[in-house]
């Protein structure tokens, strides 16, 4: 028992930078007090004392703004940062060194008896307010999105995000990136766009708008120069001039845009009005 209290409180300090000493931790942070509590709990709910744990449950949900239902199975290194608003079904399994942050549920779709609250296997992170509803798996080392709304089965090592919730990246794309992830950085570093071309820390839903852009212009400039080959077997003359690539355009970070220059002999506006100004007698009493 005191060894499962000291891996509880052991993992705070890990997860939180905040934390400085384990008196703090264990007098000062409700996600902890809620957890001890949801131990007994479930303690007495195995063992038949039902109406007990729920009451006592009631009182810790009172105390800490955490409601967790003494029928859930919680593993090891369980830590809920900020803690208030989260809810925990009757039916929910956790995995060992799983992180809940405020305003998460794990919630049932169904009023049947039996299995209705979602698995979270070991290593999942959940972001603050999301939502994870029905009998549903998030696989190990999976991240779930502040707010996302999951109804589905989460790979493992995925990131879900949205409402509702779906895959922006895998943690296996980090490792080995696509054939389309290497063009659309190439046609980015080549349009002048590599602080966007790379997407992979923005993947929704700025980033899938990037990449449709990118393979767009992809597409556009391999279909002009088909269009140029095909030019040149009909015996039509077309330019061999180099495009130039859009480094900025010439300018420095910084640097205010030049105006373009004027041909020579050519008057500007205001250089035309002012003659016509002057001579209109109109510029006021003297």
């Not at 996302?148 to 949205?162: C, E, F, H, Q, S």
Request: glycine share 10%.
């Amino acid at each position: 028992m005191f060894d499962r209290l000291k891996e509880d409180i052991r993992c705070v300090f890990d997860r939180d930078p905040a934390a400085r000493n384990h008196f703090e931790v264990l007098t000062s942070y409700p996600g902890v007090h809620a957890l001890l509590m949801h131990r007994m709990n479930h303690w007495l709910w195995q063992r038949g004392l039902r109406w007990l744990a729920r009451f006592l449950s009631l009182l810790a949900r009172w105390f800490t703004g955490i409601e967790i239902h003494p029928g859930a199975r919680i593993g090891r290194r369980f830590f809920i940062d900020h803690g208030m608003g989260v809810v925990i079904g009757e039916t929910t399994d956790i995995g060992d060194d799983v992180t809940l942050y405020q305003g998460v549920t794990l919630g049932g779709t169904s009023w049947e008896k039996g299995k209705r609250h979602p698995t979270l296997e070991n290593d999942v992170v959940v972001g603050a307010g999301a939502k994870i509803l029905g009998p549903l798996t998030v696989g190990t080392g999976a991240r779930v999105g502040s707010n996302a709304v999951v109804v589905k089965d989460v790979p493992a090592g995925a990131t879900m995000v949205g409402i509702p919730a779906r895959v922006a990246r895998r943690r296996s794309d980090e490792a080995a990136p696509s054939e389309d992830d290497r063009r659309r950085a190439e046609t980015a570093r080549r349009i002048g766009f590599e602080a966007y071309g790379a997407t992979r820390d923005m993947p929704d839903p700025v980033a899938n708008a990037i990449n449709a852009i990118l393979d767009h212009v992809h597409q556009t400039d391999s279909r002009l120069q088909e269009m140029c080959t095909a030019l040149r077997k009909l015996g039509a003359e077309v330019s061999d001039t180099r495009i130039p690539e859009l480094d900025n355009c010439g300018i420095d970070a910084g640097e205010e845009p030049k105006p373009p220059a004027r041909p020579e002999g050519a008057q500007d506006a205001s250089d035309a009005e002012a003659p016509a100004a002057r001579g209109s007698g109109t510029d006021g009493p003297r």
